[in-house]
């Protein structure tokens, strides 16, 4: 069993001796810019060997963005100190962050179903994550844009699942980046034994998303930082069709799409969720890069097709030409205030692309010991929702006809 030193120790060495962040502003006069980001701790900090330091230099086209189109990621790692001995950690402590989303509470109930201890990393909110406690998780609450609140909750932890993303309202970089970064120096200093962190797939291929820029530079840190890591990039989720085209379409309401022919193989959160604790209980996977992909690769319009024929009427589609988008996100750059929406249109842009969301998955099913013919394909997800909730439908109008009194 792993072992860990005193965590009052490490938690009061993260808090006194806080690393310095270093981020180089870009300058609006020139069309060059250079992001470097940077922290260390104090040169008698013990710690120090556990923070790997990154620089991420570029040059962009854009006059004004935090985030660079080319990325260069190096990390530099001192030689790691022995730690003194500790409390046991069982193999099966689990730290969920992200645990309320809709990959995260897939990921929560199948380790609590397989027998994990699951503590669940959850932000303070007005409507607390009840749900997770009567699964029997235990919830912890903590913020990723505020490094102090993080180490406490690694106590006793082996493994730690990120599964969290920034919410819409808040600027990418502060979760997606930022915060993960604290959270894998955390990780690191407290002895965290695996590290499973979910991506998006080819990521690496677009460094004018920020986004999926965020993505890749946290996969290198990752990869860097020294911990034993599992890497899994996604194409996309099936939940997210039902209240994207099932629901507007049986409520009448107007569906959007693109006239873009990108095809991704969306994938239930379920089946993710499964196959991530397979390859974390797989002692032989072991910093490993992985790609989950549905069966089938579909486009926006044949998504549509199949929910107007379970749902058994036309769907009122409103088309976006791919041209809208990318004129919105030109004029959004215009305002400091508008530019984290330019860069969430700037990932809605890859997604209404020419590009395919797909990798084959016959290596990772021999690997994982899984048969194909066991995960879910879209066909199936819908229409197991269609028939559930028109069967619903049926009956709340019969008992609307039962209580119909005439005088």
């Not at 609450?141 to 808040?170: Q, W």
């Not at 700037?346 to 016959?362: G, H, I, K, Q």
């Not at 995960?375 to 109008?397: M, R």
């Given at each position: 069993?792993?072992?860990r030193?005193?965590?009052?120790?490490?938690?009061?060495?993260?808090?006194?001796?806080?690393?310095?962040?270093?981020?180089?502003?870009?300058?609006?006069?020139?069309?060059h810019?250079?992001?470097?980001?940077?922290?260390?701790?104090?040169?008698?900090?013990?710690?120090?060997?556990?923070?790997?330091?990154?620089?991420?230099?570029?040059?962009?086209?854009?006059?004004?963005?935090?985030?660079?189109?080319?990325?260069t990621?190096?990390?530099?790692?001192?030689?790691?100190?022995?730690?003194?001995?500790?409390?046991?950690?069982?193999?099966?402590?689990?730290?969920?962050v992200?645990?309320?989303g809709?990959?995260?509470?897939?990921?929560?109930?199948?380790?609590l179903?397989?027998?994990?201890?699951?503590?669940?990393?959850?932000?303070?909110?007005?409507?607390?994550?009840?749900?997770?406690?009567?699964?029997?998780?235990?919830?912890?609450?903590?913020?990723?844009?505020?490094?102090?609140?993080?180490?406490?909750?690694?106590?006793?932890?082996?493994?730690?699942?990120?599964?969290?993303?920034?919410r819409?309202?808040?600027?990418?970089?502060t979760v997606?980046?930022?915060?993960?970064?604290a959270?894998?120096q955390?990780?690191?200093?407290?002895?965290?034994?695996?590290?499973?962190?979910?991506?998006?797939?080819?990521?690496?291929?677009h460094?004018?998303?920020?986004?999926?820029?965020?993505?890749?530079?946290?996969?290198?840190?990752?990869?860097?930082?020294?911990?034993?890591?599992?890497i899994?990039?996604?194409?996309?989720?099936?939940?997210?069709?039902?209240?994207?085209?099932?629901?507007?379409?049986?409520?009448?309401?107007?569906?959007?799409?693109?006239?873009?022919?990108?095809?991704?193989?969306?994938?239930?959160?379920?089946?993710?969720?499964?196959l991530?604790?397979i390859?974390?209980?797989n002692?032989?996977?072991?910093?490993?890069?992985?790609?989950?992909?549905?069966?089938?690769?579909?486009?926006?319009?044949?998504?549509?097709?199949?929910?107007?024929?379970?749902?058994?009427?036309?769907?009122?589609?409103?088309?976006?030409p791919?041209?809208?988008?990318?004129?919105t996100?030109?004029?959004?750059r215009?305002?400091?205030?508008?530019?984290d929406?330019?860069?969430?249109?700037?990932f809605?842009?890859?997604l209404?692309?020419?590009?395919?969301?797909?990798a084959?998955?016959?290596?990772?099913?021999?690997?994982l010991?899984?048969?194909?013919?066991?995960?879910?394909?879209?066909?199936?997800?819908?229409?197991?929702?269609?028939?559930?909730?028109?069967?619903?439908?049926?009956?709340?109008?019969?008992?609307?006809?039962?209580?119909?009194?005439?005088?």
């Amino acid at each position: 069993m792993a072992s860990r030193c005193s965590s009052t120790a490490i938690f009061s060495h993260l808090t006194t001796a806080t690393p310095q962040r270093q981020l180089c502003q870009f300058k609006s006069s020139t069309r060059h810019a250079s992001l470097c980001w940077r922290r260390t701790l104090a040169q008698d900090d013990h710690l120090a060997s556990a923070i790997p330091l990154l620089t991420v230099t570029s040059s962009s086209s854009s006059g004004r963005s935090y985030i660079p189109s080319v990325v260069t990621c190096t990390a530099q790692t001192a030689v790691t100190t022995n730690m003194a001995p500790g409390t046991p950690v069982r193999p099966t402590s689990i730290l969920v962050v992200g645990a309320t989303g809709t990959l995260g509470r897939q990921v929560v109930r199948r380790a609590l179903d397989e027998g994990y201890d699951v503590r669940c990393l959850v932000r303070p909110r007005p409507a607390p994550a009840d749900f997770l406690r009567d699964w029997g998780a235990i919830v912890v609450n903590a913020d990723l844009s505020k490094p102090e609140t993080i180490p406490a909750t690694l106590v006793g932890i082996h493994t730690v699942i990120d599964c969290a993303t920034g919410r819409p309202e808040e600027p990418i970089k502060t979760v997606d980046w930022e915060g993960k970064v604290a959270l894998i120096q955390c990780a690191k200093s407290m002895g965290i034994q695996k590290y499973v962190f979910f991506s998006i797939h080819n990521c690496d291929k677009h460094p004018e998303v920020p986004l999926m820029e965020i993505k890749y530079c946290t996969e290198k840190f990752l990869q860097d930082s020294g911990l034993t890591y599992i890497i899994i990039r996604l194409c996309g989720f099936m939940q997210g069709l039902i209240g994207q085209y099932a629901v507007p379409i049986l409520e009448e309401k107007s569906v959007w799409g693109t006239d873009a022919p990108t095809r991704i193989a969306y994938m239930d959160t379920q089946d993710i969720a499964r196959l991530t604790l397979i390859a974390l209980r797989n002692e032989k996977i072991n910093r490993e890069l992985f790609t989950f992909a549905g069966p089938r690769a579909w486009t926006t319009q044949e998504v549509i097709t199949l929910c107007e024929r379970l749902a058994g009427q036309d769907a009122n589609v409103t088309t976006v030409p791919v041209s809208v988008l990318r004129f919105t996100r030109q004029l959004t750059r215009c305002f400091e205030w508008t530019n984290d929406v330019a860069d969430r249109l700037a990932f809605s842009e890859v997604l209404t692309s020419d590009t395919v969301f797909s990798a084959p998955m016959t290596e990772t099913y021999n690997l994982l010991g899984v048969d194909p013919k066991d995960i879910v394909s879209l066909e199936k997800y819908l229409q197991d929702y269609f028939t559930n909730i028109l069967k619903k439908l049926k009956g709340l109008k019969a008992q609307s006809k039962q209580s119909d009194f005439y005088i």
